[in-house]
Each structure stands twice: as structure tokens, then as C-alpha cells.
């Protein structure tokens, strides 16, 4: 059987776990989880708090995802017109 967790859900089991003197393995059999399903919700919430406390915000996150995107749209586009130049030339000279 297998359960969708929702973030919040996780959250509240990764934050049990830290803060009480409940062990992983007492943990995964309380919620029905593999440990190989709850060590990279540990994890990824661990890393969460230290990039949050690190100054990192959403916006600043969304912005830097924004220019990373921008930049490899217009990378994506580069291509596409050399190819479509190879593309082009090709068959002029099968002609």
C-alpha cells in the first residue's frame, strides 16, 4: 500500500523524530514508513532550516531560478537557429 504524504505531514514526522526520544526505526513502524523513505525527508527538511537560516530566501531562490532560466532559454534558442542553419545548408548541398 502505498501513501501519499503531504509536505506538512512529513514535516510533523521529521520534526517528531527531533524532538523527541523516539528512535528512526520506532518512528517508521509508528507511521508505516520504510527508513529509506524517511532519511531523505530528513534530510531535505535539515537542509531546508540551514538554507533558510543562511539568508536564502524564496524570492531570492525564485530570482536566481529566473535568470538561470532565462539564460538557458536563450542557449536553447542559439541552438535551435544553428541547427536550422545546418539544417539549411544540408540541403543545398544535396541539391
Request: hydrophobic share 35%; net charge positive; glycine share 8%.
Amino acid at each position: 500500500m502505498v501513501t501519499k504524504w503531504t509536505p506538512q505531514e512529513k514535516a510533523r514526522i521529521v520534526i517528531e523524530s527531533l524532538t523527541t526520544n523516539i528512535g528512526t526505526a520506532e518512528i517508521c513502524r509508528k507511521y508505516n514508513l520504510s527508513p529509506n523513505t524517511f532519511y531523505p525527508w530528513k534530510e531535505k527538511f535539515l537542509e531546508g532550516g540551514k538554507a533558510a537560516l543562511a539568508g536564502s530566501s524564496d524570492g531570492d531562490t525564485f530570482k536566481s531560478m529566473k535568470r538561470e532560466n532565462d539564460i538557458l532559454k536563450r542557449i536553447t534558442g542559439e541552438i535551435v537557429m544553428v541547427n536550422d542553419a545546418l539544417k539549411k545548408t544540408l540541403e543545398e548541398g544535396k541539391r
